[in-house]
């Protein structure tokens, strides 16, 4: 009985190389290749929109050397720090208005004088450049070159393992990636070149060694992604499991036949040595409780599920968007990764489902999120997270947003306790230019706090979930209910008046006040608490918690104005907190950059659709 779980095992092993590791490789690459594709031409579409937008700004439109065009591309620069230039072209190619960082010209070297809308990417020194343009009219184009680092995290091959490779090229050459182009087989190339869909296959290089390949087109550009491997690397994993199944089957005999008990033991550690073999082989670090054979049993299924589940990854749909992955999961739905085919681009999907609740409140959480959808697409601003879509069906309503990668305010103040007085200024800034575009749209956002902020890794700041103030709206009729998160709802919102722009950048001020202290300026034990608190107390001056400085100064009473109890003593509008924050800005001489901006090391993918649930808060009467 002690020579079973070997038998099994050597089994097991032979039947899983039975199942071919040349083709469970192909297919890696071939899944690799496609989503570097999706992601890269994802990229460009964004910059591609974002440039389409700037041309048809009435501030462009209108007159690009106008002062408000200056201002408006001036304002640009410094809203996203992945940018590096925006020019408008004459019909005859010569500059009418640019806008740029230092040294931006002379990285973008002759590109800068090329014409047309064909994208151009740039690589220097590791840094990588996409250069887009869009046609204004009569002519006119307008260019927008930009960083685009997810240019780089696409094409990243650590997944693939050893020896892989994964770069973007084009007719012209290597455009960025891990080796040269021409390490790879030119009959591949060729392929990739001419292809129109994905591919894969084995090639031969130069010096006669085989590789396992896949290519695929980045849509809307002229360019390809590569992938490759080694073709002997497959054989060498199953040969490695082979001798050591070998070696494990031998002792493992020896051992049964002299003495039971010793052979017992003598068993249990080679197989363990198999495990780790089959676990490696299918990417697991932990192997899950039980028995030996029950290990065993798992890896080896693990394997055959993996190639299974890579044969049918994407066949899952929402409406037209073919769902990636998930993002994350709360008590109203889940919100997944995802991409639109038609448009070429990667989304969120926010869902709600309706197997788990109530009909009553199903048609409730329905309404709120289309309702939200409206709200937000109703508002375009580089500010905001937008909304491309919104389907009801059957059996889940969902919303198609825009995929914001990196992480909420929160989760910063989270990890890190605080945030600098030079980001906090530069988040109230951008957030106070999105309430300015909302409630110049007549709409209130109603739920500002640092969950509902999002700090991109390419240096963007945006807004999201404006499902709360639809939810009040569809909640007229109950005149006791006050939608919201304790702590963020300004004090008239509670006491039943209503609520306006001015209640908007209370919350913002309260938010404010927590990145600079890393507390919450209202705390208590229960709701009830926190509420009195925002009505009835005042927290200490932010001047008083921070070393003296002129920043922190300045920085207090702007924040303490807008956490005034009164409306009437906080800012006017968003437009009048905008202008007091840039002042501050440039007294100050604050920039903001990517590299300011480090990751949390626990959120390093955040979707743009946050599912942290608001509450309703009964008043007294």
Sequence with gaps: MAIVPLAYAVWSLYDVNRAGMNEQLLRTHAVAASTAAERIAATVESRRSFARTLAANEAIVAGAKSPMSRQFLSDLLAADATI????????????????????????????????????????????I???????????AWLRVAAEAPSVGDALDPTELGEQADLILASDAGLLTGSTDLATFPAAMIRAARTARVSGTGMYANADGVRVLGAFAPVSGTRWFVLSRQPADLAEQIASNIRRRAALAGGVALLLALLVAAAAQRSIIRPIREVVRAQQELAGRNASRPGSEIEQLRNATELIRRRIHDQEDLGRAFLGRYQVLSIIGQGGMGTVFRGYDPRLRRAVALKTVHFDEIEKEDSGARVESLLAEAIAAASVAHPNIVAVYD?????GAAFIAMELVSGASVQAHIDQRGMMPLEQTAMIGLAVARALEAAHAHGVLHRDIKPANLLLGADGSIKVTDFGLATLIRASKASDNLVYGTPGYIAPEAVRGLPADERSDLFSLGVTLYQCVTGTHPFNGDTVRDIVLATIGETPPALESVLAPDPLAQAISKLVARMMAKLPEERPSSASQVVTLFEAIIHRHQIRWTADDLQQPAAAKTVNSAMLIQTIALERSS
């Design 390 to 394: 919104a389907e009801d069906t059957a």
């Design 84 to 127: 590096r230039m925006i020019d408008v072209l004459s019909p005859a190619g010569e500059v009418v208005i640019r806008a740029q960082r230092r040294g931006a010209a002379e990285e973008l070297g002759s590109a800068i004088r090329a014409t047309g809308t064909t994208p151009q990417l740039f690589d220097r020194a590791g840094t």
């Design 129 to 139: 450049r996409l250069l887009v343009a869009e046609p204004i009219g009569g002519g």
